[in-house]
């Protein structure tokens, strides 16, 4: 689901239609351009923060959810 902070919206979850995807990743700053979600669905391309405080962010585009692997994300200081 799109997170309603970021975009003041936040869709209805619809079943077979809204991604419910998370996948696992090693760094708090995610890359996205919604093709994972599947071929044609992309949007462009954001980069996601993750909060020192949190282990997951979810794109605001495509609702995909990117979570922490854990003990990962340390070295991440910009």
Known sequence: MRDGRM???TPKLIEGVTPVQRIEVTSRKV???GEVAGPGLGHPRVWLPMNPNQNQVTC???SITYVLKA???GDDHH
Request: net charge negative; with cysteine.
């Open 7 to 9: 975009t003041q919206y």
């Open 71 to 73: 003990g990962a994300g």
């Open 60 to 62: 605001p585009y495509c």
């Open 31 to 33: 890359p996205c351009d």
